[in-house]
T-cell receptor, first 115, second 115 residues
């Protein structure tokens, strides 16, 4: 079974600063995908970024980048130049490519961007 | 045009009632899911259907019954509602069970309150 751990229940960051949201995972599958989702206060789930376990380069999508360290089993999300609209709950998730292919989520980190 | 649409958005009902939540996706995806988000924001998979076939059925009370009349629709029927069923229920879809590198597309959620 896979497990996702997000150890930061809440984080604060000053507007325009960068912030790193931590995520570690545990799986016995040799191949898997890692995802980050954003859930603003309005409640919808927004897909941000994907990293495949065999990808050589860290994924980037605009101001989002994923700091993937396979040996340490970590997949931290880095948000550069934080904006007030980045205030939201952020979930790390993993989907193995074995038989148990469902997306498993961590407990989330509530990010608050301060003006 | 909403990609994954759920109805209703809010549902308030009394204990013991039976209710349904409907979900439709217009993305042409093969796989659909139901997730439950509890009061602590934890997201847990409930069911998954691939081309109308049930492929994941997590430990969920049998009062919950999913139905997929076609691959664009996945409805959730709940019998004999209990207080503990109060949560936000998310429908999601993905391109296919096997496809890698694709995030799930989520509906906007249905907030169920049992009184």
């Amino acid at each position: 079974a896979q497990k996702i751990t997000q150890t930061q229940p809440g984080m604060f960051v000053q507007e325009k600063e960068a912030v790193t949201l931590d995520c570690t995972y545990d799986t016995s599958d040799p191949s898997y995908g890692l995802f980050w989702y954003k859930q603003p206060s309005s409640g919808e789930m927004i897909f941000l970024i994907y990293q495949g376990s065999y990808d050589q380069q860290n994924a980037t999508e605009g101001r989002y980048s994923l700091n993937f360290q396979k040996a340490r089993k970590s997949a931290n999300l880095v948000i550069s130049a934080s904006q007030l609209g980045d205030s939201a709950m952020y979930f790390c998730a993993m989907r193995p490519t074995g038989s148990a292919r469902q997306l498993t989520f961590g407990s989330g980190t509530q990010l608050t961007v301060l003006p | 045009d909403t990609a994954v649409s759920q109805t209703p958005k809010y549902l308030v009902t009394q204990m013991g009632n039976d209710k349904s939540i409907k979900c439709e996706q217009n993305l042409g995806h093969d796989t659909m899911y139901w997730y439950k988000q509890d009061s602590k924001k934890f997201l847990k998979i409930m069911f998954s259907y691939n081309n109308k076939e049930l492929i994941i059925n997590e430990t969920v009370p049998n009062r919950f019954s999913p139905k997929s009349p076609d691959k664009a629709h996945l409805n959730l029927h709940i019998n004999s509602l209990e207080l503990g069923d109060s949560a936000v229920y998310f429908c999601a879809s993905s391109q296919s069970w096997e496809a890698e590198g694709y995030g799930y597309t989520f509906g906007s959620g249905t907030r169920l309150t049992v009184v």
